[in-house]
């Protein structure tokens, strides 16, 4: 044997061991990476949707407009996801997702920027707080002198103490979360399709579990410093916060969303560094033979630009959009691919309507603060969905299932997630006793509506502003509008501690006590609905760990019922009607519904009506409960269509021609046929 022979050999096995390490190290580099923007995506998605109650409140906005807020991100997907999940494919993905993290941060900063430059907020019409004095004015009771009062009030605001929250600077909040959603944009359809190009055959849907169990680090951090900073009141470092009255778990409490968002914008930066070192392919075997079997008809992204070098640069754009359009039809003419479509369509609606007014549902409901909020849905149920997502991937790898069993699979998830959440509907708590909402003014008989309860002997005289909204609780357990209505005629204290005695109506009762006293705040809620609420946490962690195990399955069914070549358009197409019909409008009509069952709205100077006091629990509960199931039977529904079509396709009289049919379009798929019509999912 010729040793020159053999050290041709070895010289050409080591260039190619230390191109494998290579490749290999910048898979672990990409894949870290992306690791990192999951959850700096995440988090700032969990922070925007902890902070949607805190953003109402602050600028005085209805529920439905807080879900136009929301719903701006979608929005901002909308105008460039199905542009950059085709174009980007062509270009440098790594540097394509870095741009986009880094707008994406920018986009969190510019949404905390309306702080700066808005007036302190007041939280009654009675809470002037002076800056420079660090005053606050005292609350009215059952007095002829109310008047006098009113109008020292008004002058006050005149002086330009505070202003009205009534304004429009809640668009730049819509505007920040709009730049936010084109940032995010690329993240998801750029970075999969990248994985699933140079991932080891078979191990596509294992590393994709793994990214999204990672990325729920993002929630877990995201509401662990919504909670942090929702503690904190809105103006910290402006104001002194001992002359502050209402604590976290009044409806009125406007905690420091500002500094979540500023936090999640440095993050987002940050995140999109490590791409823009990244090369735009990995050198790697698998890739050589995902070419190699790919469409003979349709050329790759390579051959296409080898092609088309020679041509002018207004024949290569106009190539490129007619080649666009002609694959966007290809997924729009695939009928497994639209019903996939508009099943999950369907079913990512009930999930963002629930993402987005859980929080205000754990409030009104339980009547828990935002900080406690956050830290419940934070560290138990957002572990339980990462581990869910996890043990989905791993199922998937373990059992090696075909597409018809990811579609059986996923069905009997939605079948198990639509019983469980049933339950909750015997987990609602009954509204609060509220004097002039639930009851008449003496507390003594319920009320057919709360609008317009008619004022009672015993606070008919104390001249009383019937908007006004600070509520006090009795000791007869009845929650009263404002000292003034429940005909308190003296108190003590100051601040939090305030207490109002001689009240009248808290005596037309009968309750016998010798002051008939009110404390300042709403009543807290009984036993029985603290013991629901802990019973509602423990649905919702079965409930979180049953629907997270379809993630990865589902977006499997996406891009495997398609041309390979298109399956970064078919994901990208799908996360942009996703967004665009079940992003902007499922949190808008949530939004509506929810404001439906509000029984006292606060009312600006101005006479405009801002966000909404207090729920009717049970009306709220039954409405927002009743939407989402109602979307996840229609979703079960579906999936008995989809399956039979699938069985159609792939098991039909024409099996043999279709698979003759498929062979010719994709021979990546036909070698994954098996006896049952199905294909194996494979990387």
């Known amino acids: 044997m010729d040793p020159n022979q053999d050290l041709n050999k070895t010289t050409e096995a080591q260039p190619s061991r230390k191109e494998k390490s290579k490749c290999c190290d910048g898979f672990k580099v990409f894949l870290a990476a992306l690791s990192f923007t999951f959850i700096s995506r995440a988090l700032s998605g969990a922070i925007m949707k902890s902070s949607i109650t805190?953003?109402?409140?602050?600028?005085?906005?209805?529920?439905?407009?807080?879900?136009?807020?929301?719903?701006?991100?979608?929005?901002?997907?909308?105008?460039?996801?199905?542009?950059?999940?085709?174009?980007?494919?062509?270009?440098?993905r790594p540097k394509i997702i870095g741009i986009g993290c880094f707008i994406m941060g920018i986009g969190s900063i510019l949404t905390a920027l309306p702080h700066f430059f808005m007036g302190y907020y007041r939280y009654s019409k009675?809470?002037?707080?002076?800056?420079?004095?660090?005053?606050?004015?005292?609350?009215?009771?059952?007095?002829?002198?109310?008047?006098?009062?009113?109008?020292?009030?008004?002058?006050?605001?005149?002086?330009?103490?505070?202003?009205?929250?009534?304004?429009?600077?809640?668009?730049?909040?819509?505007?920040?979360?709009?730049?936010?959603g084109i940032g995010e944009s690329p993240i998801q359809p750029l970075g999969i399709s990248y994985l699933d190009d140079f991932a080891k055959e078979g191990e596509t849907s294992f590393y994709m579990g793994t990214l999204f169990a990672i990325g729920m680090i993002g929630p877990i951090l995201g509401f662990t410093v919504g909670s942090l900073f929702s503690k904190m009141y809105v103006d910290i470092g402006y104001v002194d916060l001992s002359n502050i009255r209402i604590t976290p778990k009044d409806s009125r409490w406007v905690g420091a969303w500002w500094l979540s968002f500023l936090f999640a914008g440095i993050l987002s930066i940050m995140s999109s560094i490590p791409f823009f070192f990244l090369p735009k392919n990995l050198d790697k075997p698998q890739k050589e033979r995902k070419v190699s079997v790919s469409l003979h008809v349709f050329k790759t992204n390579e051959e296409r630009s080898q092609m088309t070098f020679p041509i002018d640069h207004e024949q290569k754009v106009t190539e490129n959009i007619t080649g666009f359009f002609q694959s966007l039809k290809s997924i729009l003419t695939n009928p497994l691919y639209v019903l996939f479509l508009f099943l999950t369509l369907i079913q990512s609606s009930a999930y963002i309507g629930i993402i987005t007014f859980v929080f205000k549902y754990i409030e009104q409901q339980y009547g828990q603060s935002a900080s406690e909020t956050n830290i419940v849905l934070g560290f138990i149920t957002i572990p339980t969905i990462a581990t869910g997502m996890f043990a989905g991937g791993y199922i998937i790898k373990r059992f090696k299932f075909t597409l018809l069993g990811l579609a059986k699979y996923l069905l009997s998830i939605n079948i198990l997630t639509l019983l469980?959440?049933?339950?909750?509907?015997?987990?609602?708590?009954?509204?609060?006793?509220?004097?002039?909402?639930?009851?008449?003014?003496?507390g003594n008989n319920p009320?057919?509506?709360?609008?317009?309860?008619?004022?009672?002997?015993?606070?008919?005289d104390c001249n009383c502003d019937e908007t006004e909204w600070e509520p006090v609780c009795g000791d007869n357990g009845i929650t009263y509008i404002s000292p003034c209505l429940a005909g308190c005629k003296s108190s003590s204290g100051n601040k939090k501690s305030m207490v109002f005695h001689n009240?009248?109506?808290?005596?037309?009762?009968?309750?016998?006590?010798?002051?008939?006293?009110?404390?300042?705040?709403?009543?807290?809620?009984?036993?029985?609905?603290?013991?629901?609420?802990?019973?509602?946490?423990?649905?919702?962690?079965?409930?979180?760990?049953?629907?997270?195990?379809?993630?990865?399955?589902?977006?499997?069914?996406?891009?495997?019922?398609v041309q390979p070549e298109l399956k970064s358009l078919a994901v990208g197409f799908h996360t942009l009607t996703i967004r665009a019909l079940g992003g902007i409008l499922a949190p808008i009509y949530f939004g509506a519904l929810i404001d439906r069952s509000c029984m006292k709205w606060s009312i600006s100077s101005s006479g405009k009506q801002g966000s909404c006091r207090i729920y009717n629990s049970s009306l709220y509960g039954k409405t927002f409960l009743g939407l989402i199931e109602s979307l996840k039977f229609t979703t079960v529904i579906l999936f008995i269509v989809f399956i039979y079509a699938m069985k159609k396709v792939y098991q039909g009289k024409d099996t043999k021609a279709s698979e003759n049919r498929r062979?010719?379009?994709?021979?990546?798929?036909?070698?994954?046929?098996?006896?049952d019509g199905g294909a194996v999912p494979s990387a």
């Open 54 to 92: 805190q953003i109402e409140r602050r600028f005085d906005i209805t529920s439905s407009v807080a879900g136009l807020i929301d719903g701006s991100f979608e929005i901002g997907n909308l105008f460039v996801i199905v542009f950059v999940s085709y174009f980007g494919s062509k270009l440098h």
């Open 126 to 180: 009675e809470a002037f707080i002076n800056p420079l004095e660090n005053s606050t004015s005292s609350l009215p009771t059952c007095s002829i002198s109310q008047n006098v009062l009113l109008k020292t009030s008004s002058e006050k605001e005149g002086k330009g103490w505070e202003k009205e929250s009534d304004s429009y600077t809640w668009v730049y909040v819509l505007m920040g979360n709009l730049l936010r």
């Open 420 to 442: 469980l959440y049933l339950l909750n509907f015997a987990l609602i708590c009954e509204s609060k006793s509220v004097a002039g909402l639930t009851l008449t003014y003496d």
């Open 447 to 460: 009320v057919s509506s709360h609008i317009n309860v008619p004022l009672s002997y015993c606070n008919s």
């Open 503 to 561: 009240c009248s109506c808290v005596e037309a009762t009968g309750f016998q006590n010798k002051n008939n006293s009110v404390i300042l705040g709403a009543c807290p809620r009984d036993y029985q609905c603290v013991k629901k609420f802990y019973m509602y946490i423990a649905v919702q962690i079965l409930n979180s760990f049953t629907s997270s195990l379809g993630t990865v399955s589902t977006i499997m069914l996406v891009f495997k019922n």
């Open 663 to 675: 062979k010719s379009v994709n021979e990546a798929n036909v070698e994954f046929l098996n006896n």
